[in-house]
């Protein structure tokens, strides 16, 4: 477990060999945002902290750590 220094959210990531939720409009956390999973473009979607989309791929949002709820 870790903190992100930016957001004061720790970031925790379900075991190594959990897997992304695949089915459309699932939500994850990440570095204490929500991103939800747009079914047609495999992508996660969200917004960072002033509002402006961003978009990551899974392989992304392994890399960033991701959790099912919001850590704080």
Sequence with gaps: MS????TG???VS???DAALPT??????W????AYVLEGFRAR???VD???RPQAFSGADLQ???WTRTRCR
């Design 3 to 6: 903190v992100d220094t930016e």
């Design 9 to 11: 959210y720790e970031i």
């Design 14 to 16: 379900p075991a190594p």
């Design 23 to 28: 089915a459309p409009c699932s939500v994850v």
């Design 30 to 33: 990440s570095h204490g945002h």
């Design 44 to 46: 996660w979607v969200g």
């Design 49 to 51: 902290d002033r509002g």
């Design 63 to 65: 890399r960033r750590g």
